[in-house]
């Protein structure tokens, strides 16, 4: 009966999900607490957001929730209807119960620290469960906090990536230069190699003398000598 319950709040979550549209500019505001001025400041922020981390990024504000879903539930239903597997954050807040919750895509639970995560959940639920502050106030603070955040938290990232990717290039261009002096050593070693060939090759040719001795004159007396060259055939 149990497993039948759950399946039948799953079921109805995702129900009431389906009949929204997801909003233009990232916001659903059904409570009417931001002013035309914020609601359009906020919605540009979320949307130089979304092009600066390539996420997602939604905020819904309603004053009802049926008791079958928890406000945690509805918003990862919500962020899974209008994100699909993109990587997408969701802030949503419940006037009825002035209770606020997050939802992240798993690849941000993949990318980030969790404990991270788990921070900035917290901190925008105290944001919107701050009643000493407006209604607007509160959202736009909670939005904030978790968009610098999660910059912050992407940048680091960015650092700690771009060394790896900088050491790899190096190494190639290391390798590159390396492999472009050993061919040209290489090729010194062949054109010696081939020079030494061709001189233990190469026949030279001495003339041939013959000496012959006058009789009869003093220490042999003069000398007569025939040279002849032999030719490449011979």
Not at 131 to 155: F, Q
Request: with cysteine.
């Amino acid at each position: 009966m149990a497993a039948l319950a759950a399946c039948w709040l799953i079921l109805t979550g995702n129900g009431l999900s389906a009949n929204l549209t997801p909003p233009q500019d990232g916001i659903l505001d059904e409570t009417r607490a931001l002013g035309e001025e914020t609601h359009r400041q906020l919605a540009d922020e979320l949307r130089e957001f979304r092009e600066g981390l390539d996420t997602d990024a939604w905020i819904t504000a309603t004053s009802f929730i049926p008791v079958e879903v928890t406000l945690r539930r509805q918003a990862q239903i919500d962020r899974r209807a209008w994100s699909g597997e993109r990587p997408a954050v969701l802030m949503a807040y419940d006037r009825a119960t002035n209770n606020g919750a997050m939802s992240f895509a798993p690849e941000l639970w993949q990318r980030y620290s969790s404990a991270e995560l788990i921070e900035i959940m917290q901190e925008a639920r105290r944001i919107l469960g701050n009643t000493a502050l407006s209604l607007d106030e509160r959202l736009v603070l909670a939005a904030r906090s978790w968009m610098d955040r999660l910059r912050e938290m992407e940048s680091v990232r960015l650092k700690h990536t771009l060394p790896i990717q900088g050491d790899e290039k190096k190494l190639a261009q290391a390798a590159a230069s390396w492999l472009a002096g050993g061919t040209v050593i290489l090729a010194l070693f062949g054109l010696v190699a081939r020079r030494t060939s061709a001189s233990s090759s190469h026949k030279f040719l001495f003339p041939d003398v013959s000496v012959g001795m006058r009789f009869g004159a003093p220490y042999g007396g003069g000398v007569t000598s025939e040279i002849k060259t032999s030719g490449p055939g011979e």
